[in-house]
T-cell receptor, first 116, second 116 residues
């Protein structure tokens, strides 16, 4: 099946710093990638939809200036958490669907962000 | 209103027995898709099975089958012959709208524990 990777898998940072998370589709082209956030013992909440070559579409309540998304190529999307604070600590997970296929959506392994 | 409802926060099953995880959904779209994902403690989201709203047959993938009852808007996951490795969180998700639009909405999940 299609493989999606994320880097880093775990990051700990100080409050006020920015953190970049990469999401890559390794063996397929992903015109659209999705970024989710998952708090402990909760479900996944969609943050934004990332489209290659265009601006991301953010869900209601998600600050676009705080969570910067760039989808520079058909295989890479990045999420930058700017000026991170402890409340941003969460599990961030990306997903992508294979172009032309609608019956699957592949997820990356996730990134656990801890802001001290 | 919740779009995806999973009423079982936790389920227990003995090894080799079958278990059904419930999922009901709410949509006014005619075209939609239903997904089940498994999330082990490592955090990755593992795709299990997909059912399209126009599919007449219930989806099956190995030990997983989806009991799709369109009129009742339910899409229960059936795991046959449970294994210890099936212990994990299970999420039901729905894609609404045209097939080219892959945004998923997730339920709150069911934690399955398989005992020897």
């Amino acid at each position: 099946g299609a493989v999606v990777s994320q880097h880093p898998s775990r990051v700990i940072c100080k409050s006020g710093t920015s953190v970049k998370i990469e999401c890559r589709s390794l063996d397929f082209q992903a015109t659209t990638m999705f970024w989710y956030r998952q708090f402990p013992k909760q479900s996944l909440m969609l943050m934004a939809t990332s489209n290659e070559g265009s601006k991301a579409t953010y869900e209601q309540g998600v600050e676009k200036d705080k969570f910067l998304i760039n989808h520079a190529s058909l295989t890479l999307s990045t999420l930058t958490v700017t000026s991170a604070h402890p409340e941003d600590s969460s599990f961030y997970i990306c997903s992508a669907n294979v172009r032309g296929r609608t019956d699957t959506q592949y997820f990356g392994p996730g990134t656990r962000l801890t802001v001290l | 209103a919740q779009k995806i409802t999973q009423t079982q926060p936790g389920m227990f099953v003995q090894e080799k027995e079958a278990v059904t995880l419930d999922c009901t959904y709410d949509t006014s779209d005619q075209s939609y898709g239903l997904f089940w994902y498994k999330q082990p403690s490592s955090g990755e989201m593992i795709f299990l099975i997909y059912q399209g709203s126009y599919d007449e047959q219930n989806a099956t993938e190995g030990r997983y089958s989806l009991n799709f009852q369109k009129a009742r808007k339910s899409a229960n996951l059936v795991i046959s012959a449970s294994q210890l490795g099936d212990s994990a969180m299970y999420f039901c998700a729905m894609r609404e709208g045209p097939t080219g639009f892959q945004k998923l909405v997730f339920g709150t999940g069911t934690r399955l524990l398989v005992s020897p």
